[in-house]
């Protein structure tokens, strides 16, 4: 893969997996930490930091707060997405209130994801 890990980044992806969101922890502790394929959480991939990313499934899957549904943030996420997808990376986004109202509804839709059962 010609996607280069960003060294400037990597001190932000260590302090980011030090202090997760509630609902990154929740993802990783309660599913994806023993997910097969392995995932690895805040990985820096390029000029980016994935929240959690299975490179077997070259996956990535970021939980959304609400500052990502302004304008100019998901413009960036556009741009963020594009970038990846040259690699051969898919980003699948799902909204935090969704890990809160029905984890196991997330945890099976990863899971399908990963698997082909499901696009994106």
């Not at 299975?54 to 707060?65: H, I, P, R, Y």
């Amino acid at each position: 893969m010609l996607l280069k890990r960003n060294p400037a980044l990597v001190k932000n992806a260590k302090a980011m997996r030090k202090d997760p969101t509630s609902e990154e922890r929740r993802l990783w502790y309660d599913f994806l930490r023993t997910h097969t394929p392995k995932f690895t959480r805040q990985k820096v991939l390029g000029r980016y930091i994935a929240d959690f990313y299975c490179a077997e499934a070259k996956l990535v899957v970021e939980l959304d707060g609400s500052q990502h549904f302004g304008e100019e943030a998901l413009r960036y996420d556009e741009e963020r997405t594009a970038f990846l997808s040259k690699y051969g990376i898919r980003v699948l986004r799902i909204p935090n209130n969704e890990v809160r109202r029905d984890f196991n509804a997330v945890c099976v839709y990863i899971d399908a994801v990963i698997h082909g059962d499901v696009e994106i």
